[in-house]
């Protein structure tokens, strides 16, 4: 798993603090990032701070170059814009698009395109 600066950003500043520990630690070895792919699916969705929820990203924000996690395990090896991610995302089972610095991110869990999430810190 291709752990970025701007995920482990994204969970410091959007994860509530009770939880925030547990998600940093997923990071750390490989057992740790098929737990936090599989968080991706329902999990995530109930440690966000709500505060963060925005509406739909201005176009310039979505042509940054980002970073996507999915629940099946795969994630992003090359550049790309959050836009061309966002189009590759799988349909089936959760996932988390962010940019480079982890500072706007669209969380969709598994099984809810209408319940997209976007977020900006």
């Not at 291709?2 to 994204?10: A, K, R, W």
Request: net charge neutral; with cysteine; hydrophobic share 35%.
């Amino acid at each position: 798993m291709n752990i970025s600066p701007g995920l482990e950003h994204f969970i410091n500043e959007a994860i509530a603090k009770s939880k925030r520990d547990r998600f940093v630690g997923f990071l750390s070895n490989p057992k740790g990032h098929a737990k936090f792919s599989k968080s991706l699916d329902h999990e995530l969705v109930k440690y966000l701070i709500k505060s963060n929820f925005t509406s739909k990203f201005q176009q310039s924000e979505f042509e940054q170059n980002g970073d996507i996690y999915c629940s099946n395990g795969v994630t992003n090896n090359s550049v790309d814009t959050m836009a061309n991610l966002y189009g590759k995302a799988p349909w089936e089972g959760g996932w988390l698009l962010l940019n480079k610095s982890g500072t706007i991110a669209i969380y969709r869990p598994e099984g809810r395109i209408d319940d997209e999430l976007y977020i900006k810190l």
